[in-house]
């Protein structure tokens, strides 16, 4: 019961509701339009008969007299159809004609009009329906003339009856056609609906089933599915995240607290004392700049609003990074050299893509200096409708299979796992280029590695 | 220097007004917006110290409250919202400067200076800073030891430029990188000492007593012998 109930409170049975009314009205308009006018046209004819036979009748009487006219309907009287006459004296007494009795024959001469009449033979309580015309004629005699408009009212009967079977068939079907697409609306979405639950019960592989009809709860259905794959993408980035960051965290705090014991253990001298609190201080920045790190992460991952992006020229940003490294690569034997375009203009946050660049340089000068000619390159180059930001080293490059992996956060490859860094640099790096609509790619230097970061061009500087 | 800062956390407000009068200064604390904001309206200090996230009245709105009131003290916002935007926010609401937590004391010691000298000291106006026999001309981009010319590289220059503007106090690496390169994040390597070393190569060199100090655990000060 409660089933049905929901089905006619469906939008569908309720639209199938609307449309009968809608359609009954108009069918009801329809017909009584044709059968008025079609009674019309029927009774414009039967006037024209009516008002000829007249003519012609008082013609004859004119010429003849009564007899002559008596002759004359009674000859007319004789023949089929549903013409009456009546004539009378001018007390109304019948003289001829195929009917004894109507009340327009006393009346006053007058216009068309509907009367009664009884026809010869009848019982008195029967009466029959016409449209007729009294005229008095010279020597006070009365002639009705009229035609009988019994199968006016059979047409029209036959026009309500046909409205009325309309009506039912067209019931019938509206509530039936209804209530089936209703239903077939209801069961889609009921299995949408119980497919959502079953995701809110944390069931987050669940999909909604699409029929591939390509109507509109499917595309809707594509479309919730598609949030759904993002959100299970976040949510499996996230539960990655907290056991990275339950190692990688722990492994600093671990030593952070050994040295902290160390600090606080009796016997030591005040050197050590002070060593020790030295490095704890050094541990705990490093445990902030990870923290920070993260943050940054976590923080373009959920996407920056849009006042925070403004156009800014990442040649120049390129250019500044370059000139911050420069001193340092300098300092450990390497050539940083740049190759910079002018006016590559982005829509992008300064900050944050300086931040990524320094990561950029800074991981090639910690992995990618190895070799005898050690050499960076930052390069900032249009391509297309894009900006492509690289920074290239001719150290031992990343494997093919890795990547894609070393982009992850806290992912370090072993041959770097001795050395400083928290494994944060390129997925701060990758998230910096999400943020801005760009992607970060890693490829073959052939030898070493390139980090290629490709942002969409603004495209307001030199077309 | 007098200094209020406006802190709800009882351990750290108080650790800051230890710190701050162990180097000499007169700090107050304040523990809630409403109290901060009535003190600073009331009274005159040097720099306010302010964190963002405060019970009854937050930092922000202390801030733009002030400044409504034209009350022009210089601001220091601290923050554990230490994100880009958080940083334009604090800014844009009346901050003269923002430094994210946790951080170290010696980065705090030396911003708080340098924002109550930009105030009191006209040093910003001056077009030629002198420290010893160094001299840098703003206008002319002219640097010279004992009347020797030397010659700098534009971020060189700029690097000096902004040392000899707050001559004999402490900067450190990050306010070189913000003022100096403008951007805000943590050098992390040593970046910052790399440029000054090459700096002081070149205005330090055959020098018995160097002009360009490092400051073990803060950063670097320019200043004349013997000061």
Same mark, same amino acid.
């Not at chain 1, 033979?121 to 309580?125: F, I, R, V």
């Given at each position: 019961m409660k089933t049905v109930g929901k089905l006619f409170r469906t939008t569908a049975f309720k639209l199938s509701l609307a449309y009968f009314v809608l359609f009954s009205v108009g069918a009801w308009v329809v017909l009584a339009s044709v059968g008025q006018r079609v009674e019309q046209v029927l009774d414009e004819e039967t006037a024209q008969t009516i008002n000829a036979e007249i003519a012609r009748l008082t013609e004859l009487y004119g010429e003849g007299g009564l007899r002559q006219l008596v002759t004359s309907i009674e000859r007319r009287a004789r023949a089929p159809g549903g013409s009456i006459f009546l004539v009378t004296t001018y %007390? &109304?007494?019948? $003289? %001829? &004609?195929?009917? $004894? %009795?109507?009340?327009? $024959?006393?009346?006053?001469?007058?216009?068309?009009d509907e009367t009664i009449y009884r026809r010869r033979?009848?019982?008195?309580?029967i009466h029959h329906h016409a449209l007729a015309k009294l005229v008095i004629l010279p020597g006070e005699f009365r002639l009705l003339v009229g035609h009988d408009i019994e199968d006016h009212r059979v047409l029209r009967r036959i026009l309500r009856q046909g409205l009325g079977a309309s009506l039912f068939w067209l019931a019938l079907v509206g509530t039936l056609g209804g209530l089936f697409v209703a239903n077939r609306m209801l069961e889609r979405v009921d299995a949408m609906s119980a497919s959502a639950r079953r995701i809110m019960a944390g069931d987050l592989d669940q999909r909604l089933e699409t029929t591939g009809a390509g109507d509109e709860l499917d595309r809707l259905a594509e479309n919730l599915n598609a949030m759904l794959a993002r959100i299970g993408e976040l949510m499996t980035g996230l539960s990655e995240v907290s056991d990275n960051i339950a190692h990688d965290l722990k492994t600093p705090l671990t030593r952070l607290r050994n040295r902290a014991e160390e600090a606080a253990?009796?016997?030591?001298?005040p050197e050590e004392t002070s060593a020790a609190l030295s490095a704890i201080i050094a541990e705990s920045d490093a445990l902030i700049r990870v923290f920070d790190a993260l943050l940054t992460i976590a923080r373009a991952e959920a996407g920056y609003?849009?006042?925070?992006l403004n156009e800014v020229d990442a040649g120049k940003i390129a250019a500044d990074i370059a000139e911050l490294y420069e001193p340092v690569a300098e300092q450990q034997g390497a050539l940083l050299r740049s190759e910079l375009e002018e006016g590559l203009m982005v829509r992008g946050n300064r900050e944050l893509l300086g931040r990524m660049l320094a990561n950029l340089v800074d991981n090639a000068l910690k992995y990618g200096v190895g070799g005898d000619k050690p050499s960076i390159l930052v390069s900032a180059r249009r391509v297309g409708g894009s900006i492509e930001i690289c920074v290239a080293d001719r150290g031992p490059g990343v494997p093919l299979q890795d990547r894609e992996r070393?982009?992850?956060?806290?992912v370090r490859l072993e041959n770097s796992r001795s050395r400083p860094g928290s494994g944060l640099g390129l997925s701060l790096a990758a998230a910096v280029a999400r943020l801005h609509h760009g992607s970060l790619r890693l490829e073959d230097n052939a030898p070493g590695l390139r980090v290629v970061v490709s942002l969409p061009s603004a495209g307001s500087s030199r077309g | 220097m007098r200094l209020l800062i406006i802190e709800d956390d009882r351990e750290a407000g108080n650790y800051l007004v230890k710190a701050f009068r162990e180097q000499g200064h007169l700090a107050e604390l304040a523990a809630d917006g409403l109290a901060g904001y009535a003190l600073a309206r009331e009274s005159q200090y040097d720099v306010l110290i302010v964190d963002r996230m405060l019970p009854k009245l937050d930092g922000l709105s202390l801030i733009a409250g002030l400044r409504e009131q034209k009350i022009d003290t210089p601001v220091l916002i601290l923050s554990a919202l230490g994100q880009v935007d958080d940083r334009v926010k604090g800014l844009r609401a009346g901050g003269d400067d923002y430094l994210a937590k946790p951080y170290a004391f010696s980065e705090l010691l030396a911003r708080v200076e340098a924002l109550a000298r930009r105030r009191s000291g006209p040093r910003g106006e001056d077009t030629v800073y002198r420290v010893g026999d160094l001299q840098l001309d703003r206008l002319t981009r002219e640097v010279k030891i004992g009347g020797e010319e030397v010659v700098l590289q534009p971020r060189e220059f700029r690097l000096l430029e902004y040392l000899m503007k707050n001559a004999g106090q402490v900067v450190t690496r990050t306010m070189l990188l913000e003022n100096v390169w403008d951007y805000h994040f943590?050098?992390?390597?040593n970046v910052i000492d790399v440029h000054i070393s090459r700096l002081r190569s070149k205005i330090d060199k055959g020098r018995a007593t160097p002009l360009l100090h490092t400051i073990r655990g803060a950063g670097y000060m320019i200043r004349e012998n013997g000061r």
């Open positions: %007390a &109304g007494e019948y $003289i %001829a &004609g195929n009917i $004894i %009795a109507s009340p327009m $024959i006393g009346a006053e001469e007058g216009a068309l033979g009848e019982a008195a309580d253990r009796a016997n030591s001298g609003s849009s006042d925070n070393v982009i992850d956060r806290f | 943590d050098p992390q390597t």
